[in-house]
């Protein structure tokens, strides 16, 4: 039984950055795509970004690419989320999940989930 737990959300100014980070435990992830959601208060969750744990490939979201990079360290089985230039609309509960296979967007292809991080972007 694989576990993820977040750690690293706080509060932070707009501009400022911020590094939450997954750790993931229970059974071997190597082959899986570590990605992060975010869910805003009174929205939907959505797909923020993920990395192939073995390749390092990378995919992101629209909204935060050139600002949000997304690593794994296969050694300390952790991955991270550096957040740069952090705006107030950053604000959220942000999640790491996994899964083996392509990335995908859609929450229910993801088979393990953190508990979640909160990350306040102040103005």
């Known amino acids: 039984q694989g576990h993820l737990v977040e750690s690293g959300g706080g509060l932070v100014q707009a501009g400022g950055s911020l590094r939450p980070s997954c750790a993931a435990s229970g059974r071997a992830f190597d082959s899986d795509r570590i990605g992060w959601f975010r869910q805003a208060p009174g929205k939907e969750r959505e797909w923020v970004a993920a990395v192939s744990w073995s390749g390092g490939s990378t995919r992101y979201a629209d909204s935060v690419k050139g600002r949000f990079t997304i690593s794994g360290d296969n050694d300390k089985n952790t991955a991270y989320q550096q957040m740069n230039s952090v705006r107030p609309e950053d604000t959220a509960d942000y999640s790491c999940?996994?899964?083996?296979?392509?990335?995908?967007?859609?929450?229910?292809?993801?088979?393990?989930w953190g508990q979640g991080a909160q990350v306040t972007v102040s103005s």
């Open positions: 999940a996994a899964r083996r296979g392509i990335v995908t967007t859609r929450m229910t292809d993801w088979n393990y």
